[in-house]
């Protein structure tokens, strides 16, 4: 399988440039909701998307204003990958992490407006709470608002963790034979955009459900990104 491009990474996660990476086989449709009354009940949205107490508070989703398909549960998924490996499937806008007896728990997911070309497998290699977000300088050339966003930290200049920054409460950094992929699962300070192709290019999920997948994937997890359909 090929390597990553860090450039052509870079540019598909920050201003939508296109991915390719190799490819791999799409396992499953979307997946079929379990019957199960309480998956689909408005309490059990309310309490899934209700308000966090966290470093920083999160506010609880309208999720009437998001298309309930895109809202967290369980869903009957025949897989190939075993129990504890995240598929994200951009043209579907679904993001899987595979549990055992051919279920999965679902979540929505933005990607970027390429998305439908992204194909390949990574590794988680770090999670981090409430991360700064480091824009790249092509980035900030294009758009020169930024600057006035950033602050000098210890990375670089940036924009500090917290309620105003784009990568959300949590991250999941994706890395490919051993480097660095700059391509991320990620919080979002706009959960109306989830299950439409946005700007950036990351994989981004309502900040309740990067918390809910963040506490149950490890570093080490393997990501696979499925392709367009009919790739192989």
């Given at each position: 399988m090929p390597t990553l491009?860090?450039?052509t990474v870079l540019a598909l996660c920050m201003a939508s440039?296109?991915?390719?990476?190799?490819g791999c086989k799409r396992t499953s449709a979307t997946g079929t909701t379990l019957p199960s009354a309480s998956l689909?009940?408005?309490?059990?949205?309310?309490?899934?998307?209700g308000a966090v107490a966290d470093k920083f508070p999160i506010t609880a989703v309208d999720t009437s204003q998001i298309n309930p398909t895109f809202?967290?549960?369980e869903v009957a998924y025949q897989s190939a990958y075993p129990a504890g490996t995240v598929v994200i499937d951009p043209a579907a806008h679904f993001l899987y992490l595979i549990q055992p007896g051919g279920t999965a728990m679902r979540y929505g997911v933005g990607v970027g407006k390429e998305g439908f070309g992204w194909s390949g497998v990574a590794t988680i290699n770090s999670k981090q709470e409430w991360p700064d977000w480091y824009p790249p300088k092509e980035m900030i050339q294009r758009r020169p608002d930024i600057q006035a966003q950033l602050t000098k930290l210890q990375g670089g200049d940036g924009v500090p963790g917290g309620l105003s920054n784009p990568l959300g409460a949590r991250a999941m950094y994706l890395w490919q034979d051993g480097k660095d992929t700059l391509y991320r699962i990620h919080?979002?300070?706009?959960?109306?955009?989830?299950g439409t192709?946005?700007?950036s290019g990351c994989i981004r999920m309502i900040n309740q459900d990067a918390i809910d997948l963040y506490g149950r994937v490890?570093?080490?997890t393997k990501v696979v990104v499925l392709g367009s359909k009919g790739a192989s």
């Open positions: 491009d860090r450039r440039a296109a991915v390719a990476l190799a689909n009940s408005a309490a059990t949205f309310s309490d899934r998307y809202l967290r549960r919080g979002t300070l706009e959960p109306e955009t989830i192709n946005v700007s490890g570093v080490g």
